[in-house]
């Protein structure tokens, strides 16, 4: 599914907005394909390209076989029922019960009664929400809206499914237990899946491809490993060492912005695949004769290399410690005071 060369404007009153700016991304049949960028970077434009929701000014979007941007209208709606979609806030009409929001765009088709029963059944099935398809969207949790709109999606066989951030108002547990169901779908059905997420945690669950845009443009694409070699691109850093780590509030409530006798400080260190965290620890330990607290580690591995962010509460005075700020600055480790305790 090549799109190819896509341009979109938007034109506000005095100016023109380049939302995407030659846009090319290839997207091979059975792929998830994650798209990552900062805020207002163009991702929901290029996902509602795919299926025309947005018309790009110039380039083709080539789908099916078909380049979507030369279909009249017909022949699109036509094309766009096997393309399924789903919302970061659901979108479900709350007047309908869950088995008629699944059922409607079968209706749309014109498919008959007895056929609708027979595949909103099978999809509940595999949304495994059989016992709630006489209830009204206003009576389930925000996963189960989430396997409402999926099962809505699936309806009519689609080859492709797009999400629009379909986690982000989901809290960690339900929103692993949806990913889990969007990878048996894209194993179990063969649907493509492409994706807008914020989530580092989504791309590192189900994505085998990563495409990352910034300001209307595609700075990258491929696996974890390759858009790792573009850390130093803002937003792939941000994505890579995005963790704010919390102070425990135990410690929190004694912490002291200024130095003095008898408090030790509080040092956040960013790791950014420049240098292992164990490694760091043992220099601390044995070179430095340092003793810390470990207070919180939130790092992840992609390849050999470590991401993320480290709290340690060293625990000597400021004269023992300067050694070691010598080091991590020498070794370009990222550090920051955050207080002394
Ligand atoms: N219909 C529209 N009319 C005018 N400007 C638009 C329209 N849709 C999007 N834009 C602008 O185009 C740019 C890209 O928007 P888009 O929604 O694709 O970004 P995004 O990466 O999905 O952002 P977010 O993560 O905040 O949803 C933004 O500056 C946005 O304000």
Same mark, same amino acid.
């Given at each position: ?115 609708? &029963? ?54 960690? &547990? ?45 700075? &990258? ?121």
């Amino acid at each position: 599914m090549p799109i190819i060369n896509i341009t979109k404007n938007f034109h506000h009153k005095k100016s023109t907005l380049k939302a995407l700016d030659k846009v090319s991304l290839e997207v091979e049949k059975g792929d998830i394909v994650g798209i990552i960028g900062f805020s207002g970077a163009g991702k929901s434009t290029l996902l509602r390209s795919v299926n025309l929701l947005e018309k790009p000014d110039s380039g083709q979007v080539i789908v099916n076989g078909k380049d979507f941007t030369k279909l009249n209208s017909k022949d699109l709606a036509n094309e766009r029922k096997k393309i399924g979609m789903i919302f970061q806030h659901f979108n479900l009409l709350s007047s309908r019960t869950v088995f008629e929001n699944i059922a409607l765009p079968l209706e749309l088709n014109n498919v008959n009664k007895f056929k609708i &029963t027979e595949r909103v059944n099978e999809l509940l099935k595999i949304v495994a929400l059989e016992d709630k398809a006489n209830h009204y969207p206003k009576n389930l949790s925000g996963g189960q809206k989430q396997r409402v709109a999926i099962a809505r999606a699936l309806a009519n066989n689609p080859y492709l499914l797009l999400c629009d951030e379909a986690t982000s108002a989901l809290d960690p &547990t339900t929103t692993q237990a949806i990913l889990q169901l969007l990878k048996n779908i894209n194993q179990q059905l063969g649907i493509t899946i492409l994706l807008i997420t914020h989530e580092m945690n989504v791309i590192k669950t189900i994505c085998n491809q990563v495409a990352v845009i910034d300001q209307g443009k595609l700075i &990258t694409k491929g696996g974890l490993d390759t858009i790792v070699t573009h850390k130093k691109h803002p937003i792939v850093k941000q994505f890579l060492i995005s963790k704010s780590i919390n102070i425990p509030q135990s410690l929190s409530n004694k912490i002291q912005l200024q130095p003095s006798v008898g408090l030790f400080p509080i040092v956040e260190i960013e790791l950014f695949g420049n240098i292992l965290f164990q490694e760091i620890l043992t220099v601390i330990h044995h070179k430095y004769s340092i003793r810390y607290k470990l207070i919180v580690a939130d790092i992840e591995y992609f390849g050999d290399a470590n991401f993320g962010k480290v709290l340690l509460h060293l625990q000597n005075s400021p004269k023992e410690n300067e050694s070691l700020f010598q080091y991590f600055n020498n070794n370009n480790i990222i550090n920051t005071i955050k207080g002394y305790a």
